[in-house]
């Protein structure tokens, strides 16, 4: 059975820290090309947070985490992370991580550029 698995979501306060972790079961992790998170907030439209090629290599952010969020994997990549440092009130949203089967010379931070989804963890920041 294909399946992502989140965990590590949480309440923080701004400043504060968070890491996700996504278990890829085996079909998946030996699948994948792509993987990434993605993050829901009420009233707003799922937007890539992060992405990675699972073979190594190139990571790409979204401009509004830059230089705070950093996606890694482990080394037998089973297990997608997002470590969230210096968090803020607007990264209060339901994150999800994402895998893709298919190669992209570039990596995609459009859900539709995705086939498999985890359920999801919340993350919620109070100021």
């Known amino acids: 059975q294909v399946q992502l698995v989140e965990s590590g979501g949480g309440s923080v306060e701004a400043g504060g820290s968070l890491r996700l972790s996504c278990a890829a079961s085996?079909?998946?992790?030996?699948?994948?090309?792509?993987m990434g998170w993605f993050r829901h907030a009420p009233g707003k439209e799922r937007e890539g947070v992060a992405a990675l090629y699972s073979g190594g290599g190139s990571t790409t952010y979204a401009d509004s985490v830059k230089g705070r969020f950093t996606i890694s994997q482990d080394n037998a990549k089973t297990t997608l992370y997002l470590q969230m440092n210096n968090l803020k009130p607007e990264d209060t949203a339901m994150y999800y991580c994402?895998?893709?089967?298919?190669?992209?010379?570039?990596?995609?931070?459009?859900?539709?550029?995705?086939?498999?989804w985890g359920q999801g963890t919340q993350v919620t920041v109070s100021s």
């Open positions: 085996g079909y998946l992790y030996r699948s994948t090309r792509i």
């Open positions: 994402a895998a893709r089967t298919g190669w992209a010379p570039s990596l995609p931070l459009k859900p539709n550029e995705y086939n498999y």
